[in-house]
């Protein structure tokens, strides 16, 4: 910064600025608060149905969002610009304080260019001489110095913030000058440590490595220049690199305790920068995608998907650069299969590979089972993905069916759902215990719960999660499908029930109608805002058996169900004529009627995850009801979130037919029926084996019974609609259904093995 520029500085057309950014943002606030609450509300409450209940959500949804991102991106630039005036007048006040006490030293100060000069005066000389003349003169240039280090970071800083996005905002929150600053100054740092050949990184350079990551992982400016300025091959180098044991003889020995925490500070990062639609950080992605399929050098028998997919298992990462990257990767493991005809033997771990998987849950080696990971976090790049192309007809390959049922087998079309799920070879794994890794076909379950339910495995539907759409209706329909054709794809896969569990959780309005036997009224009874899933009743039942017999399974079956059906019931009581509004019947005739609907079907979804369950104990010799029990404690917790699990973004008490669902359940009759939802469901049988020696489930009967029936009766009663009479109806017609289910079961699973054919058998 030139002298004269700081010392005649006139700060008001700044200070403007930053009085005009302030008044922008309440501006913004009250935009903000109106989109939220006006457009984004009136959206979630809107009788929308179909497409346009999804798109225009959707849409809907993330216009809103962009006004919060507004606010934030304006807030952080007005806070950089007040925060760089601020320091600029510090800067200035400093100057002008040096020459007036140069000044009491006879020393006079005169701009000169762009520069300076300091001089004794000609007729008395300064105390100290040449030594207070180079005191002042160094201590100005610091000024100096400083004040342009503020102008370059702070216009660095701004830029790189703009720059984030290429469309709309960024939510990227800085404070001030400084930290955007040492966000770009830590980057930069750490990236050339990053750069260091693996064989010349020091124990301490991994520890700064590790902590900068740590801390800085979530930063927008940091990560994207972090990533862009080490670039794709150096990200590649500098992972393989600290794994390959020969290069790494300084590293390795002290630190490798540390690398799966270093590795998930890494994915991280990449993560948040693959979010930054900067010209570097798209050739990034460009680049990284690119070398998916290439060795790391001649050398090496390493692929970049095999380094990369492991740095992909924390974070959320940019959906068009997961499309791509999947594209990539289906592609390369067409090739090493011959389109799916044998194992990929690329991915096979072999004994001198580097683990390039740190968490002790498999070697590394599978690049789908970090991907899928990624996809977990990541659910319209999941949904993408699994609903693309694997193989179509025309191609060469031995997938086969008799889809004409004319006794000859034709080529099928696989997605990429179809082959992972059914046919894929799987590459042998073992995790650092010696067991045979799980890893990678529960990564694929949990990428399934993304990528059908439209929010992140493991967490919860909330209110601003989209109706489903086609393509997850779609999704839906093809597991429930599969797993009804191959139960064994779960049952020699328990550990995928949770996920499997959770789907059907949240699709009870897709499964309530494909139970329901009068298909015409069905969108009234049971609403969905979305597109519904065309689930068949032998496809629901063989699919709910089967996962009921795992526990996880069961309790998201279970407390689905539960959720739903007290919703839907109080929907009704509330809403009398939204069903059935037959003129020849009284409006409480057509209530009951609708209620005993939803009760039977209830009973019928509960008596064949009960028959499930019992099937497992009676394998398990009754071992299998602790873990049962335990299970449905753990689902306990989910009810005391507050979240209404299984109401499928469909319906809700407070929205007529066809809104979405909030997601909250406080103060609804599912409140209260969730929160006992314990009481009945868990019985110690294990000094026991039950569901033997013709001992019937009823014990199971009777807790769904006085379930769906409080259900009845708090459904009524909160909808200020109460019948007793109505209450006792859904009782029986629940047992109806769950006696129903049994003969369900016994004729849609014949093979598979049910409740006491065990017995049958000795």
Do not use: C
């Given at each position: 910064m030139d002298f004269e520029a700081l010392h005649s500085a006139n700060f008001k057309l700044l200070d403007d600025t930053v009085s005009d950014w302030?008044?922008?943002?309440?501006?913004?606030?009250s935009l903000k608060k109106d989109a939220h609450d006006?457009?984004?509300?009136?959206?979630?409450?809107?009788?929308?149905?179909?497409?346009?209940a999804v798109i225009g959500r959707a849409f809907v949804g993330k216009t809103a969002g962009e006004f919060g991102d507004a606010l934030t991106q304006a807030t952080s630039i007005r806070d950089i610009m007040l925060d760089t005036r601020d320091e600029l007048k510090t800067q200035q006040r400093l100057l002008k304080d040096a020459i007036e006490r140069g000044r009491g030293k006879n020393l006079t100060v005169t701009a000169s260019g762009g520069g300076f000069t300091v001089r004794e005066n000609p007729d008395k000389k300064a105390p100290g001489g040449q030594s207070d003349v180079d005191g002042l003169r160094d201590e100005l240039q610091g000024i100096l110095n400083t004040a342009t280090e503020i102008d370059s970071s702070a216009a660095t800083s701004l830029k790189a913030l703009v720059d984030l996005v290429d469309h709309g905002f960024s939510d990227a929150v800085y404070k001030d000058r400084d930290s955007a600053a040492n966000a770009v100054k830590e980057a930069e740092k750490l990236a050339a440590l990053a750069k260091k050949k693996p064989e010349d990184l020091t124990p301490a350079d991994f520890d700064a490595l590790n902590a900068g990551l740590g801390k800085y992982s979530g930063d927008p400016i940091f990560s994207e220049h972090f990533a862009?300025?080490?670039?794709?091959?150096?990200?590649?180098?500098?992972?393989?690199?600290?794994?390959?044991?020969p290069k790494n003889r300084d590293v390795f020995p002290d630190r490798h305790e540390k690398y799966a925490e270093f590795q998930k500070n890494l994915s991280l990062t990449l993560a948040t920068a693959t979010q930054a639609d900067t010209p570097e950080m798209s050739r990034w992605k460009y680049d990284m995608v690119n070398m998916a399929d290439q060795t790391l050098s001649r050398n090496s028998t390493t692929f970049g998907a095999q380094v990369m997919s492991n740095l992909m298992r924390w974070g959320d990462f940019d959906d068009r650069f997961l499309k791509d990257y999947g594209t990539k990767l289906i592609d390369t493991e067409k090739k090493m299969s011959d389109n799916g005809r044998h194992t990929p033997i690329g991915w096979q771990h072999m004994g001198m590979d580097p683990y390039l998987n740190r968490t002790g849950t498999d070697s590394g080696s599978d690049p789908m089972t970090g991907f899928l990971k990624a996809l977990a976090n990541s659910p319209d790049a999941a949904t993408d993905f699994f609903n693309a192309d694997f193989v179509t007809k025309d191609e060469d390959h031995d997938f086969e069916e008799d889809a004409d049922n004319n006794g000859k087998n034709e080529k099928r079309a696989l997605s990429n759902f179809d082959y992972l799920f059914e046919e894929r070879d799987w590459p042998q794994e073992q995790d650092s215990k010696g067991k045979d890794s799980i890893e990678g076909r529960n990564n694929l379950a949990m990428a399934l719960e993304a990528a059908t339910t439209g929010h992140p495995a493991g967490e919860l539907p909330t209110a601003n999660t989209p109706p489903h759409n086609d393509q997850q209706a779609k999704l839906v329909t093809d597991i429930f499908h599969s797993v009804s054709e191959k139960p064994e794809l779960l049952t020699k896969n328990g550990f995928m029930s949770?996920?499997?569990?959770?789907?059907?959780?949240?699709?009870?309005?897709?499964?309530?109608?494909?139970?329901?036997p009068a298909k015409t009224d069905a969108g009234t009874l049971f609403p969905v805002a979305g597109t519904p899933a065309s689930l068949s009743e032998q496809d629901i039942t063989r699919f709910l058996y089967t996962v009921g017999q795992n526990p996880e399974g069961y309790a998201a079956v279970n407390v689905g169900q539960h959720s739903y059906t007290t919703s839907i019931m109080e929907h009704h009581f509330a809403n009398?004529?939204?069903?059935?509004?037959?003129?020849?019947?009284?409006?409480?005739?057509?209530?009951?009627?609708?209620?005993?609907?939803?009760?039977?079907?209830?009973?019928?979804?509960?008596?064949t995850i009960g028959a499930g369950r019992a099937y497992a104990n009676e394998v398990e010799g009754g071992t299998k009801d602790e873990e049962f029990n335990s299970a449905i404690e753990s689902a306990s917790t989910w009810v005391s979130s507050g979240v209404g699990i299984g109401i499928g973004l469909a319906t809700a008490p407070a929205v007529g037919p066809g809104g979405a669902i909030a997601g909250g359940v406080a103060g609804t009759a599912a409140d209260e029926i969730l929160g006992a939802l314990t009481e009945g469901l868990m019985k110690d049988s294990t000094e026991e084996v039950i569901y033997r020696n013709g001992k019937e489930i009823s014990d199971t009967k009777e807790s769904t019974y006085k379930l769906i029936e409080a259900a009845a009766e708090k459904a009524g009663e909160n909808a200020k609609n109460p019948s007793p009479h109505i209450v006792s109806a859904a009782a029986t017609a629940a047992e109806s259904g769950f006696t129903n289910a049994q003969a369900m079961v016994t004729d849609y699973c014949n093979g598979q093995g049910v409740p006491k054919q065990l017995e049958k058998e000795k």
């Open positions: 302030t008044s922008m943002l309440a501006k913004l606030q006006g457009l984004q509300g009136k959206a979630l409450k809107a009788d929308w149905a179909g497409d346009n862009s300025t080490l670039g794709p091959k150096g990200t590649l180098d500098l992972w393989a690199g600290l794994n390959e044991m949770d996920s499997m569990g959770q789907i059907a959780a949240e699709y009870m309005p897709d499964i309530h109608r494909g139970l329901h009398p004529k939204a069903h059935l509004p037959d003129d020849n019947f009284s409006v409480n005739e057509n209530l009951k009627k609708s209620i005993e609907d939803i009760a039977r079907v209830s009973g019928e979804i509960e008596g």
